[in-house]
């Protein structure tokens, strides 16, 4: 069973690509060596935790390429430097109550996470999967996709509320808590 979990996690769920930078949280236990089994056999560079020392030996004979102890204050961001600060690409999370508010933030762009144990109630700050870091290639993307769209009328923005730029406050307000309901954009015109 901890196999079938562990390749469903690495290659369904968080569709691991060549390439990848797979960052098992919980490397040492039966799911986990099976993930890092499973990741080495594909060619990722695999980033493993244990909670021990045997653990951490554990993982590093069956060629984690780097261990941490998760229950060390920072390992996180020992995660971060072995990346060259470019975060992971996959996470596979055996204690998602316990970690994954803190995992999200160590993702790289168009990073994805599996889920496979929790205990409890999960709290993450959302902000840290905004997709607001596309690749420059996807930004280019999506700018020839608006602009076709556009041009060929598929597209029409609708705008709700527009206020001088003396209101920029007004325009603040509105977004958090749009006195009508969200109808559209809220613009502000610097020209009035």
Same mark, same amino acid.
């Given at each position: 069973?901890?196999?079938h979990?562990?390749?469903?996690?690495?290659?369904?769920?968080?569709?691991?690509?060549?390439? /990848?930078?797979?960052?098992?949280?919980g490397?040492?236990?039966?799911?986990?060596?099976?993930?890092?089994?499973?990741?080495?056999?594909?060619?990722?560079?695999v980033?493993?935790?244990?909670?021990?020392?045997?653990?951490?030996?554990?993982?590093?004979?069956?060629?984690?390429?780097?261990?941490?102890?998760?229950?060390? /204050?920072?390992?996180?961001a020992?995660v971060?430097?072995?990346?060259?600060?470019?975060?992971?690409?996959v996470?596979i999370e055996?204690?998602?109550?316990?970690?994954?508010?803190? /995992?999200?933030?160590?993702l790289?762009?168009?990073?994805?996470?599996?889920?496979?144990?929790?205990?409890?109630?999960?709290?993450?700050?959302?902000?840290?999967?905004i997709?607001?870091?596309?690749?420059?290639?996807?930004?280019?993307?999506?700018?020839?996709?608006?602009?076709?769209?556009?041009?060929?009328?598929?597209?029409?923005?609708?705008v709700?509320?527009?206020?001088?730029?003396d209101?920029?406050?007004?325009?603040?307000?509105?977004?958090i808590?749009?006195?009508?309901?969200?109808?559209?954009?809220?613009?502000v015109?610097?020209?009035?």
């Open positions: 069973m901890p196999y979990t562990a390749y469903h996690a690495l290659f369904h769920i968080a569709k691991a690509q060549a390439g /990848d930078v797979v960052f098992i949280h490397c040492s236990g039966a799911t986990g060596m099976a993930a890092l089994q499973f990741a080495k056999a594909r060619g990722f560079t980033i493993g935790s244990a909670g021990t020392a045997e653990g951490l030996r554990l993982i590093a004979k069956h060629g984690a390429d780097f261990s941490v102890n998760h229950r060390e /204050d920072g390992y996180l020992k971060l430097e072995f990346t060259g600060g470019a975060g992971v690409n996470i055996m204690l998602a109550n316990i970690n994954l508010g803190n /995992d999200l933030a160590y790289a762009k168009g990073g994805r996470v599996a889920v496979i144990g929790s205990r409890g109630p999960v709290q993450i700050d959302a902000r840290d999967l997709m607001a870091n596309a690749t420059p290639e996807e930004v280019t993307e999506i700018d020839q996709a608006v602009q076709d769209g556009l041009e060929a009328g598929q597209l029409h923005p609708v709700y509320l527009a206020l001088p730029f209101k920029v406050s007004e325009s603040h307000v509105q977004v808590n749009p006195s009508a309901g969200a109808q559209g954009k809220i613009v015109r610097p020209w009035e």
